[in-house]
């Protein structure tokens, strides 16, 4: 039988994150203004969902053309306005955006 060779002691590929997560101010900050964009998007979503469905019980009904077209108008605007803030916080990299 072949002697065991000792085997090297164990490396992680990640470090410990109390050495490695010191975080800067910017960081910080970076971190919580992308939280309050997670909540916001949280909320535009049940929002469009609690419109859509008002939309699809409206127009089950036939109640109203005008309230019908209004909450469809809304819908799509509730979307592209998720779009646009998705779009512009995640995918935005470190660029600064001209309005």
Known sequence: MAAAHPSPEY???VGDSTD???LTAQQVAHEAAMAEVEETLLNIEH?????DRAYRAVA???ADANLELA???AVGQL???RKTLFQ???FSGD???LI
């Open 95 to 97: 660029q600064q955006r």
């Open 11 to 13: 490396q992680p590929v």
């Open 71 to 73: 909450l469809k108008e």
């Open 60 to 62: 089950s009904r036939s």
């Open 20 to 22: 490695d997560m010191q």
């Open 47 to 51: 929002t469009i969902r609690r419109a």
């Open 79 to 81: 979307e592209a306005t």
């Open 88 to 90: 512009a916080t995640y």
